[in-house]
T-cell receptor, first 112, second 114 residues
Framework: AQSVTQPDIHITVSEGASLELRCNYSYGATPYLFWYVQSPGQGLQLLLKYFSGDTLVQGIKGFEAEFKRSQSSFNLRKPSVHWSDAAEYFCAVGAGGFKTIFGAGTRLFVKA | SQTIHQWPATLVQPVGSPLSLECTVEGTSNPNLYWYRQAAGRGLQLLFYSVGIGQISSEVPQNLSASRPQDRQFILSSKKLLLSDSGFYLC?????????????FGPGTRLLVL
């Protein structure tokens, strides 16, 4: 069965430090992968998506993600975190049939 | 450009009362529409999706229902709310089908049932 695992429930990083949020998926075919961000009390905003081609995907707000088929991973990275990046981040895989499977989310805290 | 609206933004309702949440999309035609619920500190649970007017698919049996009276309008309803219906309700839209469809979310409605 298809699934998405975000191993870290929450992560704390210092402002200016680098960030990596982990995502592992289980999907039988070529996956179509997404990262979304949700600020408190808001909807989800699409950060980036991977469909095919270059395995390093650039997104908005300075985020990037790398698809690694051998590891079934799609980790999100940012070289220097800003306080405004504090939010919850969701990894998702397109499962077809009008279904997108979301991970449980990772909450990012940024300390000054 | 496309925009998606949800209202109300916040709602406090007593147990046993009815519910109606509305979602509308602008700037696109024939979108796929979705209702999700997000419980506190948890991920997204797909409740309903619709690929066209009057076409509703239910993912989770519950006391909620959905309707799509117009192409770009999606309504979530209940006849009698339960305490467990509290949560953050998100509407989303997409175009097309298959694994590649990208969903875009509205601002959400926070529902508290007391």
């Amino acid at each position: 069965a298809q699934s998405v695992t975000q191993p870290d429930i929450h992560i704390t990083v210092s402002e200016g430090a680098s960030l990596e949020l982990r995502c592992n998926y289980s999907y039988g075919a070529t996956p179509y992968l997404f990262w979304y961000v949700q600020s408190p009390g808001q909807g989800l905003q699409l950060l980036l998506k991977y469909f095919s081609g270059d395995t390093l995907v650039q997104g908005i707000k300075g985020f990037e993600a790398e698809f690694k088929r051998s590891q079934s991973s799609f980790n999100l990275r940012k070289p220097s975190v800003h306080w405004s990046d504090a939010a919850e981040y969701f990894c998702a895989v397109g499962a077809g049939g009008f279904k997108t499977i979301f991970g449980a989310g990772t909450r990012l805290f940024v300390k000054a | 450009s496309q925009t998606i609206h949800q209202w109300p933004a916040t709602l406090v309702q007593p147990v046993g009362s009815p519910l109606s949440l509305e979602c509308t999309v602008e700037g696109t035609s024939n979108p796929n529409l979705y209702w999700y619920r997000q419980a506190a500190g948890r991920g997204l649970q797909l409740l309903f999706y619709s690929v066209g007017i009057g076409q509703i698919s239910s993912e989770v049996p519950q006391n909620l229902s959905a309707s799509r009276p117009q192409d770009r309008q999606f309504i979530l309803s209940s006849k009698k709310l339960l305490l467990s219906d509290s949560g953050f309700y998100l509407c989303a839209w997409s175009i097309g089908a298959g694994d590649q469809e990208t969903q875009y979310f509205g601002p959400g409605t926070r529902l508290l049932v007391l």
